[in-house]
């Protein structure tokens, strides 16, 4: 017995070792199972916002005309396109159709209900959105677009910022710096003080839990004169006054039975 395997076999006999050893085995056979799904052509193509949007520094916006020769393409080329659900559980009982594809979006935006569901509904093409709870009917926007509106598009801001984030004191002299250029994007160098700004608080967010967040959004809208209601082009409150629908899928022998659908509620008509 190698020296590898008698260790293998002696950690056997420890009770958490063994819960550890099995873990790593289903860790293991799910890489296994991921793998194939890669060699079989398996994608997931994924969506945050469907707008024309010129100001959008992670670059998660895609145009309405761009999303709709999108589904277009995809429609026509005859792969399976499955919900998300589906994917992962064809995966899991090894019945993925080859070439397979699931179309999902994050986050939430109202976008993705009055733009981008009745392109996929025309085209009988299903999704699967994520959402964030807590922005389900908010009057606000989600976090990051706060910020890039306070540091990247408010015309005017005090001259003086000195606050502390996540436990750094973050200070700045803004002294009448213009709005940053719309087409500026967070990977791009650039020599302004609100886009160092907008980066760096980013940054500190990013490590804090949801309630001290929100209190420094509360003191960075206050700081700058702005109340926390959301832009139309940033809304997430795709969940008010709506009935709900499904977007349906042509049936398919191929796809693995399930009991019912996992496509969440979504609005087919918003006041």
């Not at 992670?58 to 659900?85: C, D, I, K, M």
């Not at 973050?170 to 020599?191: C, K, L, Q």
């Not at 980013?202 to 509360?218: A, K, N, S, Y």
Request: aromatic share 6%; glycine share 6%; with cysteine.
């Amino acid at each position: 017995m190698s020296d590898a395997s008698g260790t293998v076999a002696s950690l056997r006999r420890i009770p958490a070792a063994r819960s550890v050893i099995g873990g790593v085995r289903r860790v293991s056979n799910l890489g296994a199972q991921m793998r194939a799904s890669v060699r079989r052509g398996a994608t997931v193509i994924y969506y945050h916002r469907i707008v024309d949007s010129p100001r959008d520094p992670w670059q998660l916006s895609v145009s309405p005309e761009n999303f709709a020769a999108h589904v277009e393409v995809l429609a026509a080329t005859g792969r399976p396109v499955l919900s998300f659900g589906e994917m992962v559980e064809a995966l899991r009982i090894d019945r993925l159709p080859p070439r397979a594809v699931a179309v999902t979006f994050d986050d939430g935006y109202a976008d993705n209900a009055l733009t981008a569901v009745p392109l996929l509904e025309q085209a009988g093409v299903p999704a699967t959105f994520f959402v964030v709870v807590d922005a389900v009917d908010a009057e606000g926007e989600l976090w990051w677009d706060e910020l890039e509106r306070i540091f990247l598009a408010e015309p005017e801001l005090p001259g003086e910022l000195d606050l502390v984030v996540a436990g750094e004191r973050v200070t700045a002299t803004i002294s009448g710096e213009p709005a940053v250029d719309p087409s500026w994007r967070n990977h791009e160098a650039i020599d302004s003080v609100r886009a160092g700004l907008f980066l760096r608080v980013w940054r500190l967010l990013l490590t804090v839990g949801v309630d001290e967040r929100d209190i420094t959004m509360d003191a960075l809208a206050e700081w700058s004169g702005r109340p926390r209601t959301a832009r139309p082009a940033r809304a997430t409150t795709w969940a008010t006054s709506c009935s709900s629908m499904a977007i349906p899928k042509p049936p398919r022998a191929s796809l693995p039975a399930r009991p019912s659908s996992i496509l969440p509620s979504l609005p087919r008509r918003c006041k």
